[in-house]
Structure formats: structure tokens, C-alpha cells
């Protein structure tokens, strides 16, 4: 594993491999041999999205997660 | 003689005036389901019985004197993750299909059953709705109507081909990335996907809770917008649907496009080297007075905080049926389903900084414009088992790619309509786009659009 830096991009340089075993252990997620070459394209994939939403032009502390939780049910406006 | 292509609000006004009776109508459209499906393999499960009981009861409300509504005796359709009573909801999957049948239908349904249509049936649909082609391993591929040696398009698959088949006047469908707008652009109809938090997504299968919308597709503009408007209101169940009040559309499609700006969208959703794309986009573009350029910055990123978000939380759902029952999944979703569940939470979590501020940049441009023009799919619809995109010069892995241009529109909820224009006997669709909650000045285009000539469905040869 390579190490970590403080923007969440520590992962993108991981090994796939590596990365593929290590969270499916930590899942309890048995990944059959045959279905690893395509898992490992799709970490490619989903690697390549991250560092692209990690290139986005923002300032780091000016955006809020988009996620929203809202207790209680709301009554119609 | 019934024609299967006659618009739905055409025919219920027919039945309403006692012209056609419901009856009628619903045994043609079951007997043209018979004959017909088995060649676009649309629908999954038929609903005849309760089709006819409530054809019955369509004829015997006019009997009685009583008011019908506007959608009476107009048959439509459900892509298999909505609940449809009696029925299993498959999604798409072979592990759902062991499901109780459900023992109330989906709230939509029960709004446009509310309203006088007629369940027909449940409609196939990509695995879990993870699919842009219409390929399905366990329910065979749906088949594009125009060409059935080509993709219907996905993942409402069943609901693109169905209704440009003339085997459903309306039918309803999921997007969480495209799913509406893809098969409306490869199938040559009309699809709308409104709003996130518009309409109310109460007992339908979800995909991915951030991001699912629900809505209907059509082959004429006024269907569409009838169908939008009965299923309006907010419903607690759904803890996205927003407390909005209804706001009906049909009444202002007429008003033309007075006054409203038009831009072409730009940057990322540039259609240089995509021929097809290209023109179909530039006609509607011309047709709508569209001359400047939005530039969409933050387009690009938003779709990969799509892509991600989608990956991640998807697979998060189908965690315990990935360690039970990853062999039952279809090989074409199940790796991505694999893969998103070993995403870092950092990424999922920057993935949704960064929907916030791409939404933040878009509203910036409606400051400014009121619709923006961009190609719903980079082509017409590849040949069922295509698997090579070719792009900008360069070939990607179709699958992925197909929902380029849809991906970032519903990554931030905004309200679009994909309009259909055909390039010889193939279709492609146009996505016409606004600021949250103008699903009416989307419609009021496509409706000018549809009124000029230049956008239509058409049957297919």
C-alpha cells in the first residue's frame, strides 16, 4: 500500500489487487476467482471517477455534503 | 378497429363521449400484446384479468353517469420494479422473482389507475436498473421496435419499447442516471424525468435511494404531461418527495415559447465528432431559437461523483445478496455491483461535495437561461452485443458510456424531457432541460417542438 494523504486520494493509488482483497476480507465478501478480472476493471472505472471528482475546482471548505436527513414525517406545503 | 398508435388522450376522450368502450380498447390492446411482444420482448408479465375487470369498471362508471377521469380506459405499462399487486417485483433480477407478490401496487400506479388507465402489466427492465443497453440475462434482451437487431436501451428497456411498439399508450419508468432518457432517445419517443423529489417513489424497488427518480414516457407531449400531472403530490412514504404543492403542466403546453431563453449546452456536452448527436441537437437547437452556449462547467465531475455515488451506494443495498447469491446476478451488473462495494466511504463522501457544488454552478447559468439543449445519448441505438463506444475518436466500453449525457442532469435533480428525432428510419433523442421544479417550461418546449414537425414518435415498419 502506498501512503496515505490528506485528501481521501490514498486509495486511488492502491494496488486494485490489494484493494480488492483487503475490503472484500473486511466485507466478508467472497469474490469468486473468475468474477476478480472484472472487479478489477470496474475499482479501475470507479478509481478514475475519484480523481476526477477530487479535481474539482471548489474550495475545500466551502461545500457541504449533499446529503440531506430530514426527522419527521413533513406535512404537505 | 382500434388504432394501437391512436394517443391516449384521444382515446380516452373517445370513451369518455362513448364512442369506444374501454372494454374495446383493452381487449385490442391485450390482443396486440399477444401478437406483438414476443417480437421486442417488452413485457415480463401481463396483467389481462385486471385489465379487463377494470375496463369493466371504466364502462360501467359511464353507464352509471359518473365522472371519468382524464386518463379513462388508456392502457399503460410498468417497468418490473414498481409494485404491481399479485406480482413478485423482479427488478429486472432473477433473486427478486422469489418475492411475495406485492399486495399493493406502487403509488404511481395507483395515481394513473386513479385516474382511468389500465394496468397492462409488469415490463422488463436491466438488472436492479443498472444498465443503459436492454440486455437482460435471466428475461432474454428487450428489443428496439425500429430495428430489432439494435438496443432498446436501458434500463427501462420494457417501457421504451413497449410504448414505441404500440403496446402500452403510456408507460413508467425509472432514471437514476438516464434510464428514462436512454431508451426515449433509442426508441424514438418521449420521456420525462422530473424533478428529484417530484414524484413519489413509494413501493417501487429502488437502485439508488440518492439518486432514483421515477416518470412516465409517451409518444406525444400531451400524454406525457397528462400522465406527469395525475401523478403529482407529495406522499410521506418517499422521504425525498418533496412538500410540494401540485403544480399541472397540461394547461400551460400551449403557451409557446415566449419569451424564454434557450442555450445550447456546451463544454463537456460538446457534440463535435458525434455526427448523429450533432444534428439532432443543432435542429432542435435552431427550432428553439437556442444561439448562445451554456458552458455547464462542473459537468464532467458531476458525472463521475454520479458514477460513484451510484456504484457505492447501490452495491452498499445488494451487500448480503453479493455474499449469498453472487452467481444469480447477471454477469453484466454483477462485477459493478462487486467493485462498488469495496469503494473507500471518502470518495462516496466527496462524491456528494461535489453534486452540491455542480448544482450550485448550474444554478448560476438559470440565472440567466430558462432551457438548455444537450444530446440525450452520443448515437442511435449500437446493435444488441455491442460492446465497443466509439467516441470523440476514441473507443470506450459502451456500457458505461451510453448514459454520458444524462448522467450529470440527474446526478442534481433537474427536470428534463428527452424529444425524439429521427435521422432516417433510426431515432435519437434531444434533452431539453431546466431549474428544479420547471418541468412545465420543459414540456413547453417539447410541446412547440412536437407541434413544428420536427420531434415525433413514429410507427414502427
Not at chain 2, 319 to 332: E, I, N, S, V
Request: proline share 6%.
Amino acid at each position: 500500500m502506498t501512503e496515505a494523504n490528506d485528501d481521501g486520494l490514498k486509495s486511488m493509488t492502491l494496488d486494485r489487487e490489494d484493494m480488492l482483497d483487503a475490503l472484500a476480507s473486511a466485507l466478508e465478501l467472497d469474490i469468486d476467482v473468475a468474477y476478480r478480472p472484472g472487479v478489477l476493471a470496474f475499482l479501475g472505472v470507479a478509481s478514475r471517477m475519484a480523481q476526477i471528482v477530487y479535481s474539482a475546482p471548489m474550495e475545500s471548505e466551502s461545500v457541504e455534503m449533499a446529503a440531506a436527513f430530514r426527522p419527521g414525517l413533513e406535512d404537505e406545503a | 378497429m382500434i388504432d394501437p398508435f391512436m394517443p391516449g388522450h384521444e382515446l380516452a376522450s373517445h370513451i369518455r363521449l362513448g364512442e369506444v368502450s374501454a372494454m374495446e380498447a383493452t381487449r385490442a390492446a391485450l390482443a396486440r400484446i399477444e401478437s406483438i411482444n414476443p417480437l421486442v420482448n417488452a413485457y415480463t408479465d401481463v396483467t389481462a384479468g385486471r385489465a379487463l375487470a377494470a375496463a369493466g369498471e371504466v364502462d360501467r362508471r359511464r353507464s352509471a353517469g359518473e365522472r371519468l377521469g382524464p386518463l379513462a380506459g388508456v392502457g399503460f405499462a410498468a417497468k418490473n420494479l414498481f409494485d404491481i399487486r399479485g406480482l413478485p417485483t423482479r427488478a429486472g433480477s432473477k433473486i427478486n422473482r422469489e418475492r411475495a407478490p406485492a399486495s399493493r401496487d406502487a403509488v404511481l400506479v395507483e395515481r394513473l389507475s386513479a385516474a382511468g388507465g389500465i394496468i397492462l402489466g409488469g415490463l422488463n427492465m436491466g438488472e436492479y436498473a443498472y444498465d443503459f443497453t436492454g440486455e437482460n440475462a435471466h428475461d432474454g434482451d428487450c428489443l428496439n421496435p425500429h430495428d430489432r437487431t439494435r438496443m432498446s436501451g436501458g434500463s427501462s428497456s420494457g417501457s421504451g419499447a413497449a410504448t414505441a411498439a404500440g403496446l402500452a399508450s403510456i408507460s413508467l419508468g425509472s432514471d437514476t442516471n438516464g434510464s428514462i432518457r436512454v431508451p426515449s432517445s433509442f426508441c424514438g419517443i418521449f420521456g420525462l424525468k422530473p424533478t428529484y423529489g417530484r414524484l413519489p417513489r413509494t413501493r417501487s424497488f429502488p437502485f439508488c435511494d440518492s439518486l432514483d427518480h421515477l416518470g412516465p414516457l409517451a409518444r406525444n407531449v400531451r400524454d406525457l404531461a397528462l400522465a406527469y400531472d395525475v401523478m403529482q403530490g407529495h406522499d410521506p412514504a418517499d422521504v425525498a418527495c418533496a412538500p410540494r404543492r401540485i403544480e399541472h403542466v397540461a394547461p400551460s403546453l400551449q403557451e409557446g415559447l415566449g419569451g424564454l431563453r434557450v442555450a445550447i449546452a456546451g463544454g463537456y456536452f460538446e457534440t463535435s465528432g458525434l455526427p448523429e448527436a450533432q444534428a439532432a441537437v443543432d435542429a432542435v437547437a435552431h427550432a428553439l431559437g437556442a444561439t448562445e452556449v451554456a458552458p455547464m462547467r462542473g459537468a464532467q465531475e458531476g458525472r463521475a461523483a454520479a458514477f460513484l455515488i451510484t456504484n457505492a451506494e447501490s452495491s452498499a443495498f445488494h451487500l448480503q445478496r453479493l455474499r449469498d447469491r453472487a452467481q444469480d446476478f447477471d454477469p453484466d451488473t454483477r462485477d459493478r455491483f462487486l467493485a462498488g462495494a469495496l469503494l473507500p466511504a471518502a470518495w462516496l463522501i466527496q462524491a456528494q461535495r461535489v453534486r452540491r457544488w455542480f448544482h450550485d454552478e448550474m444554478m448560476k447559468q438559470f440565472a440567466s437561461v430558462d432551457l438548455i439543449v444537450a444530446p440525450a445519448t452520443p448515437c442511435v441505438a449500437p446493435k444488441i452485443g455491442q460492446k465497443i463506444l466509439r467516441f470523440r475518436g476514441q473507443d470506450l466500453p459502451l456500457r458505461p458510456n451510453i448514459g454520458v449525457f444524462t448522467q450529470p442532469i440527474s446526478c442534481i435533480g433537474l427536470p428534463v424531457v428527452s424529444v425524439p428525432v429521427f435521422l432516417g428510419a433510426l431515432p435519437i433523442g434531444v434533452q431539453i432541460i431546466a431549474a428544479p421544479w420547471r418541468e412545465d417550461l420543459c414540456l413547453r418546449a417539447a410541446y412547440v417542438l412536437e407541434c413544428s414537425g420536427l420531434v415525433t414518435s413514429r410507427r414502427p415498419t
